[in-house]
């Protein structure tokens, strides 16, 4: 069964099962089992024997431990810690009153949350969970859902990580991109030049960027989304009841001594140590000298995120005595913050855990290998083959939960596919799959991107996955459309047009009720 159409039933059902229920746990434990049956044919034995190491793998590999899935569940502990000490603290509260006097509207409070995602470009776990943290308390001045401050934080990580050479996401892309040049010997430009020029073709981005600038500047939501926010608007309230899974770290005892360097110190820490630990890890990769792009490409992200991350414990600890000092906080409190830090990511672990299992399955059972070879074989016009591959990318993301792993496929792939065909569609294809990838991820509940962008913005994961849907699908349509203009043109920048022309058609498609209009202001 594997390499086969059956493969593709068990990530399918895990998918499902999760968008009709809401039990994310169960939904993955399914398509877990449902993975190892069809992996050793239906014998129960072999199949248990399989999930065992498929679970164990993601704490140990090669007789050692996993580090990066190990540092990367720590961080997401240390991140909890450092946001309920920050709660305690009261710098929440401190810099949500600042900003409050200097955002004035729910459009001002996105833009900025949309800006802080841009800036913060090196890494999307980073972003992820990052964004999230510093925004919220702008957001929930202003009335903003949670699920809309997890899309912004998604639509904002991999999308803008995806173009920056200077990233781990760009780092990783180089080496494949040069890998496929080194193939079929292609000698007209480098991987950097490559990568340069494929970033106006990823119409993914622009289109993703611009769905999220429209809806901000627009105050017009659809779907899903638009009972989020009405809810929010409404009562105040920027979470469902019944959809808090998350211990709120603002619920709790806070300090009248919070100051906004509660926040903005531990946070700038965390930016300044990870960037540093990421350069100091490169370097130790390296072998000999090299360059900026290449030290990024050696470096141990998660080692950095998990070393930063301490850093930032440690001067949020620090920050803490002087409210113990004053008798503002007491060791319960500090004990009591730890472990309601711990409390508030178990869920996002837990989560984030099978999914990791359930994507080491699916890739034993080879559903993004099989997707691969239906287009690597499709005879089809080289017009289409740009948009075909973004759609073909998109399935395999979204399937497996993992955008890189669909570049690591697809991205040779389609190289031979040019090389076949119509070798100048080349960087427009290679484009295509970085475009079709980050939108599959977008959509998948098993992403871990997704998962992460969740726990950042403190919203429930199906929440999160159910609201960000019909935007990703808009801005998909959009790039579609894009991708469809180039191939039949041969032009990037008339596809590019395309895709901005889409946009305006959104801005002024949408349009806001008087009612709802009053209702915000």
């Known amino acids: 069964m594997a390499e086969s159409i059956w493969s593709l039933i068990p990530p399918l059902l895990a998918i499902i099962m999760v968008l009709l229920t809401r039990r994310v746990l169960i939904s993955l434990g399914v398509g877990i089992v449902a993975s190892a049956l069809f992996i050793t044919h239906f014998q129960v034995i072999d199949s248990l024997d399989l999930m065992l190491g498929a679970l164990t793998g993601v704490f140990l590999e090669n007789g050692g431990l996993n580090t990066w899935n190990v540092y990367i569940i720590f961080f997401i502990f240390i991140l909890g810690i450092i946001t309920n000490f920050v709660g305690l603290m009261g710098g929440t509260r401190a810099f949500g009153d600042w900003m409050i006097r200097r955002v004035k509207t729910r459009m001002g409070a996105q833009i900025m949350t949309i800006l802080l995602g841009i800036a913060l470009f090196i890494d999307d776990y980073f972003n992820s969970l990052t964004v999230g943290q510093v925004a919220r308390p702008i957001t929930d001045k202003h009335r903003i859902s949670r699920a809309k401050l997890a899309y912004i934080v998604d639509s904002t990580a991999a999308p803008v990580c995806v173009i920056a050479p200077v990233s781990s996401w760009g780092a990783y892309i180089l080496g494949l991109i040069g890998m496929v040049l080194t193939t079929h010997q292609i000698v007209d430009y480098t991987e950097l030049g490559a990568f340069l020029l494929m970033i106006p073709m990823n119409f993914y981005v622009w289109a993703a ?281 041969g032009s990037v920048w008339i596809g590019l047009i395309i895709v901005f022309v889409g946009l305006v058609v959104l801005y002024f498609t949408l349009k806001k009720p008087e009612s709802e209009d009053c209702m915000s202001r």
Not at 248 to 276: E, N, Q, W
């Open 209 to 489: 960027l611009g769905v999220v600038l429209v809806i901000a500047i627009r105050q017009v939501d659809f779907g899903p989304m638009k009972k989020h926010e009405a809810h929010a608007l409404k009562t105040g309230e920027v979470s469902p009841p019944d959809s808090k899974t998350f211990i709120d770290p603002d619920s709790g005892p806070t300090s009248s001594l919070g100051k906004m360097v509660d926040l903005i110190v531990p946070i700038i820490v965390l930016f300044i140590a990870t960037i540093g630990f990421i350069f100091w890890t490169g370097v130790q990769g390296l072998e000999e000298k090299g360059s900026l792009i290449t030290i990024f490409g050696e470096a141990d992200v998660s080692k950095s995120l998990f070393y930063g991350g301490l850093i930032s414990l440690l001067t949020t600890f620090l920050f803490y005595l002087r409210h113990v000092i004053k008798d503002q906080l007491s060791g319960g409190h500090f004990f009591g913050g730890i472990l309601n830090g711990i409390k508030s990511m178990l869920p996002a672990v837990m989560i984030l855990i099978l999914a990791w299992t359930i994507t080491d399955l699916i890739d034993q059972l080879g559903t993004g290998t099989f997707l691969a070879d239906v287009v690597k074989n499709s005879n089809i016009s080289f017009a289409l083959l740009p948009f075909i591959i973004f759609i073909m990318a998109g399935l395999i993301a979204f399937s497996t939960g993992t955008s890189w792993g669909s570049f690591a496929l697809l991205l040779p792939i389609a190289g031979q596919i040019a090389a076949a065909t119509h070798m100048e569609l080349i960087l427009p294809m290679l484009a295509a799959v970085l475009a079709g990838a980050v939108f599959g991820d977008h959509c998948s509940p098993i992403s871990d991107t997704t998962i992460l962008s969740a726990t950042g913005s403190n919203c429930h994961h199906i929440d999160h996955v159910m609201t960000q849907l019909p935007y990703s699908i808009v801005a998909a349509v959009i790039a579609g459309a894009g991708y469809l203009t180039l191939g039949f043109t």
